[in-house]
């Protein structure tokens, strides 16, 4: 047992700090308020390697570990998590699952030119009536013989208006339920697919959500990922990953939150003493940071059993249902440390609050990790 970052994750971790704090932490309030996608951040992002972090470096990737992914995830996340969904998505959904899962034609036609961010992508698995139960979806890929037609509907896609590839999960046959669905990379600008109208969300407000619309488009066969009716288990093999970053996601969120309140309670007289000096502070800044570092271990340890090729279904699961949980507490109570001033923006702190609340739904909500928890306890 070692709780010793190295030389390497910490150098990472001070990497992603001083981005966040000198890219993107300018503007991030209007960012919020006009719901603006951060192109030039993530632009940024990208050149320095964010977005590729464990790709291989063949693919042009970081060829990083999970823990140095986990690191970079909450630093940024303290700063704008509108930033940080789609560093998750590119990384853990995409990049992820290409390389893991792809053909060696479909990494160099695509991986390489995702993990430098020269493009982005989008993970589409969420339908109007395919959530949690995600087997139920209505999208068809009717097999052609050497294309896939595509027909129906996406939501809520993050990325949705902003990537260039888009890997979609569709029905090819029914009758085989879950066994029939396959996963394809779709290209933006193929005959008949439409992006939908952008989300004006509760949080997150920067990232680029959409409904997607796909009319007859053909999807060359090439562009199927992994045998035919392998595309429940892709998105869901994916999904085991991508918790993990939506749960650094939550930390990110956390900490940041607790950091202000910290920062904030040491400026703020009441009572002719800082506020800090008032036992009642002093407790809510010792429960912030115990629960904290308490859902920062959890991340870290899903992200040791995945580079060390454990199992990670249910790490990665605890990991994202307590950090969420903790995202959401903890930013309630920095607002609460904050007062009045915590109801207004300038301080930051109210939108951590309404951008903690997606991670306790995206990416399987907190009911559906305790049904993936409870599945692994009780095999
Ligand atoms: C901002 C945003 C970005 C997103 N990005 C993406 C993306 O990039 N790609 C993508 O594919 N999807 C994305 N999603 C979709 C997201 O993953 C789904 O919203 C989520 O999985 C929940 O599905 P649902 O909204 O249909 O809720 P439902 O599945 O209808 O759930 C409603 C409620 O019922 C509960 N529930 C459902 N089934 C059970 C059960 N068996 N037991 C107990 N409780 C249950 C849920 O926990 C929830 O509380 C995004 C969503 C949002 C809001």
Redesign the pocket.
């Known amino acids: 047992m070692n709780f010793q970052l190295t030389e390497e994750h910490l150098a990472v971790q001070a990497a992603a700090r001083e981005f966040a704090q000198t890219e993107l932490l300018p503007g991030v309030i209007e960012r919020d308020e006009h719901q603006k996608f951060p192109a030039e951040q993530i632009k940024k992002m990208g050149e320095l390697g964010f977005l590729g972090m464990m790709v291989d470096p063949k693919y042009n990737g970081g060829g990083m570990d999970t823990i140095s992914y986990v690191l970079a995830m909450e630093e940024i996340s303290k700063v704008d998590a509108s930033a940080s ?1 789609v560093m998750s ?1 590119n990384n853990s ?1 995409v990049c992820w699952g290409l390389e893991k899962y792809g053909t060696e034609e479909q990494k160099q036609k695509y991986l390489t030119r995702l993990a430098t961010g020269e493009i982005i992508g ?5 339908e109007p009536e ?5 087997t139920s979806q209505r999208t068809t890929a009717e097999d052609k013989g050497d294309y896939y037609l595509l027909n129906g509907t ?6 949705g208006s902003t990537a260039s590839v888009y890997l979609v999960i569709a029905q090819t046959d029914p009758e085989k339920k879950h066994r029939g669905i396959n996963a394809f990379i779709v290209e933006r600008g193929m005959e008949g697919f439409q992006v939908g109208l952008k ?1 004006n ?1 509760l949080g ?1 407000r920067g ?1 680029d ?1 959409h409904s997607l619309m796909f009319t007859d488009v053909k999807v060359p066969k090439e562009n199927r990922i992994g045998e035919d009716g392998f595309g429940f288990k892709f998105a869901m093999s994916t999904l085991a990953g991508g918790r993990i970053g939506i749960a650094a996601q939550a930390l990110g969120i956390a900490s940041g939150a607790y950091e202000l309140a910290v920062k904030y309670s040491k400026e703020r007289k009441a009572f002719g003493v800082e506020i800090a000096k008032h036992q009642a502070i002093q407790f809510k800044l010792a429960d912030m940071a115990t629960n904290i570092e308490a859902a920062r271990l959890l991340c870290l340890k899903a992200a040791f059993h995945k580079d060390t090729h454990q199992d990670y279904g249910m790490s990665g699961a605890m990991a994202k249902l307590f950090a969420s949980k903790v995202a959401m507490e903890t930013t309630v109570e920095a607002v609460q440390v904050h007062g009045g001033y915590g109801f207004v923006k300038e301080y930051h702190v109210e939108r951590l609050m309404r951008d903690a609340k ?1 991670t306790q ?8 990790q305790k ?1 993936v928890i409870s599945r692994e306890l009780l095999k």
Do not use: Q, R
């Not at 989008?122 to 969420?126: M, N, T, V």
């Not at 395919?130 to 995600?134: I, Y």
């Open positions: 969904v998505v959904l989008a993970f589409c698995l969420s395919a959530g949690s139960d995600a996406k939501n809520w896609i993050t990325n989300e969300k997150i990232s959500t997606i739904i995206y990416e399987g909500t907190s009911e559906i049904i």
